[in-house]
C-alpha cells in the first residue's frame, strides 16, 4: 500500500489552491479573475506546499479562500465562509460610530434592529448613524399591529366558523 501524498491528505485544501490558479491563468474558465494574480510562491511545482504552509489546511467545508487585497498572496488571504467573505465586500455599507466600524448588516445584528429598518432609517429617512442605530424599532418588527396587514383594529375582521366567533 502506497504512502498517501500531501495532496490526497489535503484533497480539500488542494481543491481550492487547483481553482484559485485556474481562475487566476485561464482566461477560458467562465469565472476568469484577469486583473488578479497569484503569488509565485504558490504557483509552480512546490505552490501547494507553500500554500498550505501560509494559510494552513482549509478548516471545514463551508471555507473558502477569500482575498483581503487585490492578489492572492501571504499575508493577504484568509479561510472565510460565505456569510464573512459577504461582509468583507468593498460595496458594503460602512458604519462608524464610537470609533466602531461595522457593515450596516453588523450594526443590525448587534442592536437588534432588521437590516431594513436600519438601512430605510439612513437611506430613505436621512436620519444620522446615532439615531438610526439607538432608536428601537416602534413594534419590535412585529408588522402584525398594522391595519391592514392582518393586525390593528381597522385590519382585523372577525372570523366565524361553525357558528362560533373566532
Known amino acids: 500500500m502506497s504512502k498517501p501524498n500531501i495532496r490526497e491528505i489535503y484533497a480539500s485544501t488542494y ?41 494552513g489546511p ?10 483581503l487585497g ?8 484568509r479561510w472565510a465562509t460565505a456569510r464573512e467573505q459577504g461582509r468583507n465586500r468593498s460595496n458594503n455599507h460602512l458604519i462608524t460610530l464610537g470609533g466602531r466600524t461595522m457593515t450596516l448588516i453588523e450594526w443590525a445584528e448587534t442592536c437588534g434592529i432588521k437590516q431594513s429598518t436600519l438601512s430605510m432609517r439612513l437611506n430613505a429617512y436621512g436620519w444620522d448613524p446615532v439615531r438610526s442605530i439607538s432608536s428601537k424599532p416602534r413594534n419590535s418588527g412585529n408588522r402584525s399591529n398594522h391595519p391592514g396587514r392582518g393586525g390593528g383594529r381597522r385590519g382585523r375582521k372577525e372570523h366565524v366558523h361553525a357558528g362560533v366567533a373566532a
Open 15 to 55: 481543491a481550492t489552491w487547483r481553482t484559485m490558479i485556474s481562475r487566476c491563468s485561464d482566461p477560458q474558465k467562465v469565472n476568469y479573475y484577469g486583473r488578479v494574480r497569484v503569488d509565485p510562491s504558490w504557483r509552480g511545482r512546490h505552490g501547494f506546499e507553500r500554500f498550505l504552509a501560509d494559510m
Open 58 to 67: 482549509r478548516p471545514s467545508p463551508e471555507h473558502s479562500i477569500d482575498r
Open 70 to 77: 487585490q492578489h492572492y498572496e501571504p499575508g493577504a488571504c
